[in-house]
């Protein structure tokens, strides 16, 4: 069997759907049985190279065309056909949420969440238009769809009217960086960053649905002389939550760090002394699970697919109840004992996700279609 998979988000993101991508296909290739093939194919008109490192894989980029205007001829013209230019393959899988034209093989699509159906007003115009256009056409022509929690799989049910066989709900890995940092890079973090001891952290993309605005009220509703730290790169809508964050009456006491390294956060996650998410909507939710890792308690709302990501192992709160927030942070900081109970419970609830077995899982959709 002969697996082709589009790698072109971890090409162009660092974040989000990028990583997810280039994780994935570092654990299939490790995987790999010797009578399989892993091919990964995008383009790379400017040459900027970048590809996961993958034992035994192949790879196709397609340096003479700017992937754009190919992009735009799949928008526009549904042509032509993906396997024009990655060549055979008996599977094809593209785990960015969309399906391009594809005239032979069997296609596997990811579908990460659909808060553009859920929350339209939190979503960049421009993509919202091209996902509410194209998404239907996708799930309607997709062999089978991974969703990346079960959650996600009932949304695209109801929503989209796609039939329950059709979805094979394969949560996430976490990463095995992802472990408690040494007082010492701990240490080193904060002086780079020229961060106080002790802190509360957000780290996640600056765009409308991370409920950024509610988290800055929140914290200038807190007595405390704890700090503020938020972590993400630039999203849209950025320029709103910025002035929020600018003009807030604690100013003083909140640090903005924008995008953070991969390699960075286990040290950000362990010197904070709790972990905030308030997020309205996530199909999965890579942070508080990171955060849980590197044992750090966290509280997170209670919307979407979280409550089913972090089980009992996080305090859970409707992502507007200010004093439910509240209440939950002043009991992390101030109760040692369930302190230490919910840093406990993190840790085990994030071992749970692994990258092998979401590789294994995902194998074993591609067999079932070859």
Known sequence: MKVCIDIQSAIAQRAGVGRYTRTLVEHLSRQRSPQDALSLFYFDFRRRGGAPACL???????????????????????????????GKADVYHFPNFILPPLTRGKSVVTIHDVAFLRYPETIEERNLRYLTRLMRKTVERADR??????????????????????????????????????????????????????????????????????????FESLDSDIDLVIAGMKGWKTEPILHRIETSIRRNRIHY?????????????????????????????????????????????CTSSLPEVLGDAAI?????????????ISKVLGDSAFRTTLKAAGEARAAQFTWSETARRTWDVYRSLA
């Open 316 to 328: 859970l709160a409707e992502p507007y109840d200010v004093e439910a927030w509240l209440e939950a």
């Open 145 to 218: 769809i991974i969703t990346v929690s079960e959650f996600t799989a009932r949304e695209i049910q109801q929503l989209l009217g796609v039939p329950k066989e059709k979805c094979a709900a394969i949560p996430s890995g976490l990463d095995d960086a992802f472990v408690p940092a040494r007082d010492e890079a701990c240490r080193r973090f904060r002086e780079q960053h020229h961060l106080p001891r002790p802190y509360l952290l957000t780290v996640g993309t600056l765009e409308p649905r991370k409920n950024i605005p509610f988290l800055v009220y929140l």
């Open 56 to 86: 035994g894989a192949t790879e196709r980029a397609i340096h003479l065309i700017p992937g754009r205007v190919v992009q735009r001829a799949w928008k526009s013209l549904e042509w032509p056909p993906f396997n024009w230019f990655a």
């Open 257 to 301: 760090l924008d995008y953070v390294a991969d390699e960075d956060l286990p040290a950000l996650y362990t010197g904070a002394e709790a972990f905030l998410f308030p997020s309205l909507y996530e199909g999965f939710g890579f942070p508080p699970l990171e955060a849980m890792r590197c044992r750090t308690p966290v509280i997170s709302s």
